[in-house]
Nanobody
């Protein structure tokens, strides 16, 4: 199973970016999908998560600015980031909690994608 993330880049403060992350391979079912971010010297921070049913959760720092969504048919999760701030600069990592037929959960991670917000 692989997670392929895309959509990072450089944007000015106040701008927008949309991240995508597609899971591929032998997939039985996916539970939670979401995004973390990390800056040098800091712990990885949960940005947003979404269940297969569409229930969402956001970090307080991004509420009202970021929107997470997913397409279950495409095994893809999105992160729409609006009103970006310099403090949103980080490497963003997507994840997916794959459910095996026996019910066991395995978390897979995508390679990070850099988001840089200039002031």
């Amino acid at each position: 199973v692989q997670l392929q993330a895309s959509g990072g880049g450089l944007v000015q403060a106040g701008g927008s970016l949309r991240l995508s992350c597609a899971a591929s391979g032998s997939i039985f079912s996916i539970g939670y999908m979401g995004w973390y971010r990390q800056t040098p010297g800091k712990q990885r921070e949960l940005v947003a998560s979404i269940t297969s049913g569409g229930s969402t959760n956001y970090a307080d720092s991004v509420k009202g600015r970021f929107t997470i969504s997913r397409d279950n048919a495409k095994n893809t999760v999105y992160l729409q980031m609006n009103s970006l701030k310099p403090e949103d600069t980080a490497v963003y990592y997507c994840y997916a909690d794959l459910v095996r037929p026996d019910g066991y959960l395995l978390r897979y991670w995508g390679l990070g994608t850099q988001v840089t917000v200039s002031s």
